[in-house]
């Protein structure tokens, strides 16, 4: 069963494709609704990635955790932050950058119940109004619940 998974989901990678392929054996538990999770997972990742890179963080409020996310930037970790001051605090941080590149590092489901999904991100910006260049990561740790992603802790590592 876990060539069948690791088969599927390079087929899958590639395809680009939300649906699962039809040679994915119904029988096989678990792997119909693996593959979907993996497929949302790299779809959010990349509208992640574009709404960091661009400032336009009101899009991360659909995906943060109702139940508030921790949040850790420039060193600061906070628990229970509710959507609003996540936002609030993220713009913040943005905002002191230009964007010179950003890319989805890694984005995969992690298995558990609920189902559990990591995404990394590698941003490369400049300090406002300087030539300086600064690498970070960005770590996104995601729960799946019913049929939705939703953001339980956003760290940015410099």
Request: charged share 25%; aromatic share 8%; hydrophobic share 45%.
């Amino acid at each position: 069963m876990t060539r069948l998974v690791v088969v599927a989901s390079v087929v899958f990678a590639l395809t680009g494709s939300p649906a699962v392929p039809r040679w994915v054996p119904a029988w096989v538990p678990g792997v119909a609704a693996e593959l979907r999770a993996q497929s949302g997972l790299g779809e959010i990742s990349e509208r992640l990635a574009a709404a960091w890179a661009s400032g336009r963080l009101a899009e991360f409020d659909a995906f943060l955790s109702e139940a508030g996310v921790r949040l850790s930037l420039e060193g600061a970790d906070h628990r229970g932050v509710n959507r609003r001051q996540a936002r609030a605090a993220m713009e913040r941080f943005v905002e002191g950058f230009d964007t010179e590149r950003i890319a989805v590092r890694r984005a995969e489901s992690l298995g558990g119940d609920p189902l559990q999904g990591l995404v990394e991100l590698d941003w490369t910006a400049r300090a406002a109004g300087t030539p300086e260049q600064r690498s970070f990561v960005i770590f996104l740790s995601l729960e799946r619940s019913s049929d939705a992603w939703s953001i339980k802790e956003i760290r940015v590592f410099s």
